[in-house]
């Protein structure tokens, strides 16, 4: 598989439990569909290049000074951002260079085309889905997005049998959600088949 380059925003060494199982590193890419009105890393949009470009070999070759704490936990590499799935090409030849003894996890917002998820499904084990809410007024409202891939990509992993590897991430966003639209988009998908969610309120930031 051709090597790419990505930017990389940060690389967040030593976390427990925090990104999936065990001890993991988080690498934050440049790079983002949405523009949500709280973001969180708003260093991910607009001009990278102030932010050092990797290849999966180079960033492999930085990472893997960890990697007795990933095999002795369980744990492994988070990719975040920005949006990971962007880079579907990029964590599956790492992937390839990691081999199967490191967990490799998403944190995502499935706002990809299908086939970039479908190629990451083989090679990821737990997704950590922020989905925002399911509403597509509300979702567009805060992402300035719409929201159809989503639905697709909740689909795709439901018909490939995955939900027990995600975590649904369900925010109260304060101005833009109640708990009434919060529990339908929970109920929308627990019909999916979705039984492990985290329940939380955004602390308002805005840029």
Request: include cysteine; charged fraction near 25%; aromatic fraction near 10%.
């Amino acid at each position: 598989m051709k090597s790419s380059l990505a930017r990389i925003i940060g690389i967040a060494r030593h976390r427990l439990a925090t990104d999936g199982d065990g001890v993991t590193t988080l690498v934050a890419f440049h790079g983002c569909p949405l523009h949500c009105r709280y973001c969180l890393n708003p260093q991910s949009l607009g001009d990278g290049k102030r932010f050092k470009e990797y290849t999966p070999e180079s960033l492999y070759r930085e990472i893997r000074i960890d990697e007795l704490y990933f095999l002795a936990t369980n744990g492994g590499v988070t990719f975040g951002g920005g949006e990971p799935c962007l880079r579907p090409d990029f964590i599956r030849r790492f992937r390839e260079l990691c081999g199967d003894g490191w967990q490799i996890n998403l944190e995502t917002s499935l706002n990809v085309p299908a086939d970039n998820i479908a190629s990451l499904l083989p090679v990821v084990n737990t997704l950590i889905i922020d989905i925002k809410d399911l509403n597509p007024e509300i979702y567009r409202n805060y992402t300035g997005q719409d929201n159809s891939l989503i639905f697709a990509n909740l689909q795709l992993i439901a018909d490939s049998g995955r939900q027990n590897d995600c975590i649904i991430r369900i925010p109260l966003i304060p101005e833009f959600n109640t708990d009434v639209d919060r529990d339908a988009s929970r109920a929308a998908l627990e019909q999916l088949g979705f039984t492990r969610f985290d329940l939380f309120t955004y602390q308002i930031r805005k840029y």
